[in-house]
């Protein structure tokens, strides 16, 4: 852009019918809304706490302990949004792409449950572990590397039939991903008949550890809001998004770059289901049930477009914190959780609706 | 020649002691630690009968796939089918399928709303529901009672809303609590958990977030209890301080319990309710009388007799 305000040459005119860019009308980014959004939020909760239960949202109010804010309810903010936060990095590199991700919950049931049959103990409180898997094997007690190397080669081979089937054999990534969330999902419960899978190595516990979760899910955050800004792989993703046929005059490898990113959305929902059964000490069959839609979600409400090309990891760390705040608010208050799933169907409605109005105003005068 | 004679008279005997029985069975879901442990105990024991051939299907929890599954049931001719219903407001239509087609059917786990209406060749399998948070609250009650404690405030976490299950408990819990012997028990809060561990997790650690004292917290399930255990760890807290009561004596919960984490939990005798569905099926099946409701007991489960449930569930 030239600095005394005017329009650039190459950008004189986009969109509908040749309507002109007008660079004033185009105030902030679209992450500065959804952070506005979440202070809101957080605002209402702080007020509606102080006048009818006479206690802080945000505050220290405990004599016992110290410090100005009440870090405890900070952390669990974040720390119950974590896992399905590594996931919602996935899936909003793939709708960036132009492509939607259904089987990321699955995965994370799947990866689960195979990762963690590898990473047993042989014995609990001096008895045989009771839910060992291979102990007949010997498999027990393994090097952490074992189990992560198993659920990254999971992931890494569910990622990779989810973007094969999409880029070879032209199925929409709906169905597609819904092939793989059924399927992944079957794996989850005949993996061991349907029994949980618990007592992990230490080491394998402190995977998701105390805020364990947080520091993976923001560092994973940070290193997919560079990649996606300043690599060739990022700038892809949004040319393809925008314009798939324009990128591919353009010589992006659409294929190749396709299957990379659901194979990247992949490996990150198996990187959520190692965090989220170290965290839990245990593998369930119906774990990470309904996380690709708040996954998905998140992205959303952080202003990642669902018709692709637009959008970013920042907004969508933004997205799952409203969603964080939105947990700790509602027990904050000791509300019904029923009104908890309505007021978040709400918000998530609510945040396309005022991000397409926005849409239509912004950048496009007459 | 007669040794041949004897053999068949022989074999014929004993094909008249065995009866031969083809079961139907619809589970409302495979992926349920619980429903697992009872739909194993179902196949042991048929495993252990000569002629009794289980055909179990999973209704992924979706209530017109089940009917669709007891209408083939009905279809292919089996002698009985067993049904864990995915929705207990939703039985009647199965009830109707089977008795129009004549064939015997049992409820397994979950009480079906048309229970006191049943036909004659059908029956309900479970334990008593109003027991197990029963027995849970009183427990707890009684630790406090224990521990000295004039007043005791403690936080519920529930299961899934719309289950039943979790319904009746945490009404036995208010029930429990309402008596004069107990009252000196205060709520100060109930969340749903959705019966898993990690929501039970984060719910603790939001709770414990408001800094209000508590004295225990009872859930209506281990996985719950063990999430809640987890989040009081995290957070440094003396578990010999805190009360925590379960439900269901899963293998995860009693491990807590040696460890003194968690004070008390129900077993609800899975293995045993998979069995006597079974049991009720067959007799059913051969023209026998069996009670509307077959109640297989709930049973508490301390420190104290730990040993006698840990080679179960």
């Known amino acids: 852009m030239r600095p005394d305000g005017g329009k650039d040459v190459s950008q004189t005119s986009h969109g509908i019918g040749g309507l002109s860019y007008d660079a004033k009308k185009r105030p902030w980014p679209a992450e500065f809304n959804v952070f506005l959004a979440l202070v809101i939020l957080v605002a209402a909760f702080e007020l509606v706490g102080r006048v009818f239960l006479g206690d802080s949202f945000l505050f220290n109010t405990r004599e016992n302990v110290s410090g100005l804010f009440n870090e405890q309810r900070l952390q669990i903010i974040i720390l119950q949004v974590s ?42 409180n001096g008895n045989p572990n009771p839910k ?119 010589g992006i490898k659409i294929a190749n770059h396709k299957v990379l990113v659901y194979a990247i959305a992949g490996i990150l929902a198996a990187i959520a289901a190692v965090v989220l059964s170290s965290k839990n000490l245990t593998a369930q069959a119906g774990m990470g049930v309904m996380y690709e839609l708040d996954a998905i979600a998140m992205a959303v409400i952080g202003g990642v477009s669902l018709s692709g090309g637009r959008g970013s990891i920042i907004g969508t760390v933004i997205g799952s914190l409203i969603f964080g705040v939105i947990i700790s608010g509602f027990t904050f208050l000791r509300l019904d959780a029923y009104y908890q799933e309505m007021v978040k169907g709400v918000i998530i409605v609510g945040a396309v609706v005022l991000d397409q109005w926005r849409q239509r105003r912004r950048a496009i005068g007459a | 020649m007669k040794k041949l004679l004897l053999g068949v008279a022989l074999s014929a005997l004993m094909c008249s002691s065995a ?135 403690v936080y519920v976490i529930m299961g899934e809303l719309s289950n039943q299950a979790a319904v009746q408990r945490t009404k036995d819990i208010d029930e429990v609590i309402a008596t004069p012997d107990c009252s000196f028990i205060k709520i100060i809060d109930k969340q749903t958990s959705n019966w898993k561990r990690d929501e039970a997790q984060n719910l603790m650690t939001n709770w414990l977030s408001s800094g209000k ?101």
């Open chain 2, 213 to 313: 004292p508590f004295d225990g917290v009872i859930a209506n399930n281990d996985e719950s209890a063990i999430g809640a255990i987890q989040a009081m760890k995290a957070a440094n807290i003396d578990m010999k301080s805190v009360v925590v009561g379960g439900v269901d004596a899963t293998q995860d919960a009693l491990v807590a319990m040696q460890a003194g984490d968690l004070d008390a939990t129900v077993f609800q005798d899975a293995a045993g309710q998979g069995a006597g569905a079974l049991d009720a099926a067959l007799k059913l099946a051969k023209g026998e009388k069996v009670d509307k409701k077959v109640y297989i007991p709930f049973q508490l489960v301390t420190p104290a007799n730990i040993d006698k449930f840990l080679k179960k569930n």
């Open chain 2, 19 to 153: 009866f031969a029985a083809k079961i139907g069975v619809s589970m409302a879901l495979f992926d349920d630690n619980f429903l697992t442990v009872l739909r194993n105990g179902m196949i042991a024991q048929a495993k252990g009968m000569s002629g009794v051939e289980l055909q179990v299907e999973d209704a992924q929890n979706d209530v017109a796939k089940q009917l669709d599954q007891i209408k083939n049931f009905a279809a292919s001719g089996v002698d009985a089918i067993i049904v864990n219903p995915v929705d207990t407001s939703a039985t009647q239509a199965m009830s109707d399928a089977a008795a129009a087609a004549k064939i015997p059917l049992v409820y397994v786990n979950r009480e079906p709303v048309n229970v006191n209406s049943l036909p004659d060749n059908q029956a309900f399998v479970a334990s008593n529901e109003a027991d197990s948070g029963t027995l849970e609250t009183k427990e707890v009650c009684r630790l406090f009672k224990e521990a000295g404690k004039k007043e005791a405030n």
């Open chain 1, 132 to 250: 060992a898997m291979f102990i007949d094997y010997g498999w027990t007690d393994l090097p952490v590397i074992v189990p992560l190397l198993v659920a990254i080669g999971c992931g890494l081979i569910a990622g990779l039939v989810n973007g094969l089937l999409i880029a070879y054999t032209r199925i929409p990534p709906f169905i597609a991903t819904l092939g793989m969330m059924v399927t992944a999902r079957g794996i989850a419960k005949w993996w061991s008949k349907g029994q949980p899978i618990s007592f992990p190595t230490d080491s394998f516990a402190a995977i998701g550890k105390g805020l364990m979760p947080v520091v993976i899910f923001i560092s994973l955050a940070i290193l997919f809001q560079l990649i996606l800004t300043y690599t060739k792989y990022g700038k892809h993703c949004y040319a393809i998004g925008s314009n798939e046929d324009a990128a591919r005059m353009s």
């Open chain 1, 83 to 124: 896992i399905v936060g590594i996931i919602a990095i996935g899936v909003t590199q793939v709708i960036i792409c132009g492509g939607i991700d259904l089987s990321s919950g699955s995965i994370v049931g799947a990866t689960a449950m195979i990762a963690m049959s590898f990473a047993q103990v042989a014995t609990v």
